[in-house]
């Protein structure tokens, strides 16, 4: 048994299922614990104060580059950028082209709210800003923005709703399932080709991702597991012949329109095909073992 973080961990041969149940009891309790203080709608309170810093960065564009957040310049006692870098967004963005995104933050937000309540969602923004802020610290040059948690946020809807259709510029409809794919692949291919920094602010946007719904997908991996074990046992019992001939060996399956029988005069569950029915030594006493 092993001891993580205050919680008793027995890892089986299965170390990937301990951890995964592990990371679920630790969501739950933590969920818990900030239930009494969650906010209701969060996410619209996230869109207002991103559109009050976005028309404050139209009248003086120089702001904008004061709320986004980087390690360094908290360290030089710049602390406010740990709460606005929330609110920044980019203020050469059209008009147009902002609202579309808070209007789809909100609305992906609201579905996963709705599906976990309001303290899971709550929690799940409240990982992703502590992941962003101890990244921002690792890397202190690298610049830390609300697309972190907004990316995590659509992946997570996506999860929980694969076959929830967008329409791209309001005409092409496509799964959101197969944009979040897109997503990953430009996660997987920032791991990859990225330096560490880069590699670190984006693992940040994906950890709260892991640690909730990483669970779901090996709850996925072994349902998978267990239904084709299943199916194999199933193939498995269908292929045995259901009766066989005790003398000649042939069985239902080899002959299936061939008539077998039990003789009631052997001991066990002796079958016999049309040609030995009447034509066989009774098995009695030791031979029917």
Known sequence: MNRIC????????????????WLEKLVYRMERMIAPVAVPNLALVIIVG?????????????????FI???AQV??????????FVFAFPPDSMILFALIAWL????????????????????????????????????????????????????????IHPHLVIRIMFILPVEIRWLAYLNWIGIVYMLIVGDMALRTITLAGVINYLMFLGP??????????RRAEWNEKVAV?????????????IDSNQNPDMDFRYCSQCEGAQAYCEQHLRDHEHIVGREAD
């Open 104 to 159: 789809f933050f909100h609305f992906l937000a609201s579905l996963l709210e709705h599906a976990w309540g309001t303290a899971k969602f709550n929690l799940y923004l409240l990982i992703g800003y502590i992941a962003a802020v101890i990244a921002a610290f690792i890397y202190p040059t690298i610049q830390a923005t609300p697309l972190v948690m907004a990316s995590s946020v659509f992946l997570a809807a996506a999860a």
């Open 50 to 66: 991103q559109f009050i810093c976005y028309m404050a960065a139209q009248a003086n564009p120089e702001l904008y580059g004061q």
């Open 216 to 225: 779901m997908y090996v709850q996925r991996m072994q349902n998978y597991k």
């Open 237 to 249: 019992q269908k292929s045995k012949p259901r009766h066989t001939c005790t003398v000649c060996g």
């Open 6 to 21: 205050g919680y008793n961990v027995t890892f089986s041969t299965n170390p990937t299922e301990q951890i995964m149940k």
């Open 69 to 71: 957040l980087t390690g």
């Open 75 to 84: 360290m030089d006692g710049e602390v406010w950028r740990l709460f606005t």
